[in-house]
């Protein structure tokens, strides 16, 4: 254990919708006895503090408040979710110029702080904004990562579940790639509790499966929007995902989950952070897990890469 973090100690840079539900995902999980608030904004940062801070009685015993980037020195973990949000009809690599923009002015005071924790990238476009902040905070890479498709697999696997009624929790399928529109769903090796998906679908009398496979791939990648065409933005889905990651840290799970890292080489993939399952612990990843892949997905994410790669010409 790193002696100089405060393992009880979360920062969340950002409070608007996704940091403040993140907040108090956070707090209702018990993971922390601190949890500090921080955006530009002082007096937002206060009002959520406040307002989170009321629910404690409820829950576990913990200080939480407004405070300023040197609170993120002995943090165990830092999540920043600070950036433009996504309007209706807008994509995710729609906001990337504004967010990189918004990262220019907060990565410095975050390398300033010389934080000792893990660094969880929430903002969109996430991928770009992951390699952003590895370049400029100055933290070391396997201690800055994206929340990536950790949601998007949740959507998934929640789907499936629905479909073949089953509980989603045993349900095994992964998102790879892009957090967007060119994200890819490894339906090779997508099983339910050891059993191929196919055939667990078999099992269950289900004989269109293949119909069934583009339906939730579409239904996956359009969430996002449709959740912002009805409520104008998305945040419980992605706070969970947050509580879920801090758990993982925080309690060194070494779990896999399908976060957003910067490759260098992997899958024949160099210079660009998307999905790829890994084992998160304590200190950030802890290595790259090789998922399965047919050929068909493998050329997927590579054109996945390809895209955030043009994107970000000229910006990064």
Known sequence: MNNCVNQRKAVI??????????????????????IVLIDVDQKRAEGEAMDISHGVPFVHPMNIYAGDYKDITDAALIVVTAGAAQKPGETRLDLIKKNIAIFGS?????????PNGVMVIVANPVDILTL???????????????????????RLK??????????????HAYIVGEHGDSEIVVWSSANVSGVPLDDFAALRGIDNMEEIKEEISADVRNSAYEIIARKKATYYGIAMSVARIAQAIVRDENCVLPVSTLL??????????????????????????PISMNEEERDKLEESSRILKKTMEGIL
């Open 13 to 34: 840079i950002g409070c608007g919708f996704v940091g403040s539900s993140s907040a108090f995902a956070l707090m209702q999980s018990g993971l922390f006895s601190e």
């Open 106 to 114: 907060i990565m410095p005071q975050i390398k300033e702080a010389k």
């Open 132 to 154: 952003a902040a590895s370049r400029m905070s100055g933290m070391p890479r396997n201690k800055v990562f994206g929340s990536g498709t950790v949601l998007d697999t949740a």
């Open 158 to 171: 929640s789907m499936i579940g629905t479909r073949l009624d089953v509980d989603s929790r045993s349900v």
């Open 264 to 289: 260098e080489g992997d899958y024949g993939i160099d210079g660009v952070a998307l999905s790829i399952p890994a084992i998160v612990g304590q200190n950030g990843i802890v290595s790259r897990v």
